[in-house]
């Protein structure tokens, strides 16, 4: 039996036997990508079924984190040199070898998930499956081979049962329906050639990463949005400063309603609402994601799910029905690698400790978004604080305000944060900028440490002049009474 991904993935050519010597497992795994670290050496000389849908390694290995920033540290090169000249340094961005930087890219992602399905497929006390995953029952998994085969479907009992299917791309049904050839981001960074104009339907992190890279590499993006400004999930502050450097980036289309979709001669047309047409050589749908949970027969095995489609699970990862676990993407609110990677660890420790369960900790979840400017967060919003009810100050330090920024020429990047001042705690952070993602980490530790902003901002050095001066800055304006 041939994998189907052959071409793609390199799996060796030779499908694993579906014919299942024994009908129990002590653990089975629905989920290839954080899933797949549960198998730890508390499972050494147990039976531990996997099961994977799609290429071995899950969303952030093949189609998300990674590849994607990878591509985006591409658009950044290229962006500094396109902005040379205002440091007096003339430099010229002859050209873009596309195909060499998706092989670049993929030439590192594919040998590792098919090294790591090689790995489980062959392990000593793993059986992988490749296929679709239906519950039977609490106990019970039925796996519809996705190779070409006449085999019928496989099914085997397990006595714990760990759900991390991760999620997909959602495609708004008027576009689905159109016929016209699409791109999500599952499938935008394998394209032969890059695109002389892409439009991009969406307003999030996606959209708003992927407008980063193509307008970075050369194609003329469009940005198409409902919404009244971009990632408008982020602190208004930062979500309207943000819209603003899109704006000057790219051609951005807001409060935009779609009506129609059409394609003619390799051309696509996106008809608005408003009367107005977009037109491009590619679009990519990038509109949000969904958990993989619409056909894993979640009702015959009684787990429950909430409205949005996710597993409903405590703070343990345990599901509604006791031996069957969830989490990352098919169960959090956070589709975050981080956040699923942390669900792993506790849910890999509360499999072989149930007098000992370890609860998730998601009081303090941060995120970035790698575009241009870059973009970190971590806790409340503004809005969010106010809506609480809760007693705050906020302070906003601007990086050109700081001797690094200076350096950088500066004139975007701010750093915003929101504290208690009785408790003097911090309750949010946000930051647009060169390396948010790096500049915002002492401040996650402060708030998952409990330490106080006079202690973070006094009780250590700061090293002069990095732009890390920002975040000092920042801290020292809060007025804490």
Not at 133 to 152: K, M, Q, Y
Not at 274 to 301: E, F, H, I, Q, W
Request: hydrophobic share 40%; glycine share 10%.
């Amino acid at each position: 039996m041939v994998c189907a991904d052959l071409p793609r993935c390199g799996c060796p050519p030779k499908y694993p036997d579906l014919v299942v010597t024994t009908s129990d497992f002590d653990l089975a795994i629905i989920g290839s990508g954080s899933g797949n670290s549960l198998i730890t050496a508390d499972f050494d000389g147990k039976r531990v079924a996997i099961v994977e849908h799609g290429v071995f390694g899950g969303t952030c290995l093949n189609v998300g984190c990674i590849p994607t920033k990878m591509y985006v540290y591409a658009a950044d090169v290229a962006h500094t040199i396109a902005e040379s000249s205002r440091y007096g340094v003339d430099a010229e961005l002859t050209g873009v070898r596309w195909r060499d930087i998706r092989d670049r890219v993929f030439g590192r992602i594919d040998p590792i998930s098919a090294g790591g399905r090689a790995y489980r497929e062959h392990g000593e006390n793993t059986t992988a499956f490749f296929g679709h995953a239906r519950l039977v029952d609490p106990h019970t998994i039925e796996v519809v081979s996705t190779a070409p085969t006449d085999a019928g479907p496989v099914t085997f009992t397990a006595d714990q049962i760990v759900i991390a299917a991760g999620g997909h791309a959602q495609v708004p049904e008027e576009i689905a329906a159109s016929g016209v050839k699409i791109h999500t981001s599952d499938t935008i960074m394998r394209i032969e050639e890059l695109p002389a104009r892409l439009i991009i339907v969406g307003g999030g992190y996606i959209a708003a990463e992927f407008a980063h890279v193509f307008s970075a590499l050369g194609s003329d993006v469009t940005l198409v949005a409902r919404g009244e400004r971009l990632l408008r999930h982020l602190d208004e502050t930062i979500s309207v400063a943000f819209t603003e450097q899109a704006k000057a980036s790219w051609d951005v289309r807001l409060g935009s309603v779609l009506s129609t979709v059409t394609e003619a001669d390799g051309e696509i047309s996106l008809h608005l609402a408003d009367g107005s047409v977009v037109r491009g050589d590619a679009l990519l749908v990038a509109t949000g994601r969904v958990p993989n949970t619409a056909d894993l027969g979640l009702d015959r095995a009684g787990v429950a799910v909430h409205e949005d489609g996710r597993v409903v699970v405590d703070q343990y990862g345990r599901t509604s029905v006791p031996g069957i676990w969830a989490l990352g993407d098919v169960s959090s609110e956070h589709q975050l690698k981080h956040v699923a990677n942390h669900e792993a660890r506790k849910v890999a420790h509360n499999l072989v400790h149930p007098d000992d369960l370890r609860a998730f900790d998601h009081r303090f979840v941060p995120a970035a978004v790698f575009t241009h400017p870059q973009i970190a967060s971590v806790g409340l919003t503004e809005a969010q604080a106010v809506e609480q009810g809760l007693d705050f100050v906020t302070a906003v330090q601007h990086y050109g305000d700081t001797a690094y920024g200076w350096a950088m020429e500066d004139q975007v990047g701010i750093c915003k944060l929101i504290a208690d001042p009785s408790t003097k705690l911090l309750l949010g952070a946000h930051l647009m900028g060169h390396q948010a993602s790096n500049l915002i980490q002492p401040l996650i530790q402060a708030m998952s440490f409990s330490q106080t902003v006079p202690e973070v901002a006094r009780g250590q050095y700061w090293i002069h002049p990095a732009l890390m001066e920002v975040v000092e800055n920042a801290l020292l304006k809060l007025d804490l009474g």
